[in-house]
């Protein structure tokens, strides 16, 4: 590899790690600033997604323990 080509590739390296360093900054930025709001959210989702479950589970519940009194009933 000649001399300049070499320097060509090493400086499109540091170019690169330049740019994630910087993306890497202004994430940590948005995310100490927006954080909370963020972290409301997720938990928001969490608990409604939570919710849900556990409803469908009552109802899946008292789906089959009625069967089963039905079919306790009928012997």
Do not use: P
């Not at 940590?28 to 608990?47: L, M, N, P, Q, Y």
């Not at 409604?48 to 089959?64: G, L, P, V, W, Y």
């Amino acid at each position: 590899m000649k001399k300049s080509q070499k320097r060509k590739s090493g400086q499109a390296m540091v170019e690169y790690i330049i740019i994630v360093g910087v993306i890497a900054v202004v994430a940590i930025t948005v995310f100490g600033i927006f954080g909370d709001a963020i972290r409301e959210k997720v938990f928001g989702a969490t608990d409604a997604i939570s919710a849900r479950k556990s409803s469908d589970a009552q109802a899946e519940a008292n789906r089959n323990g009625s069967e089963e009194f039905r079919d306790l009933g009928g012997k």
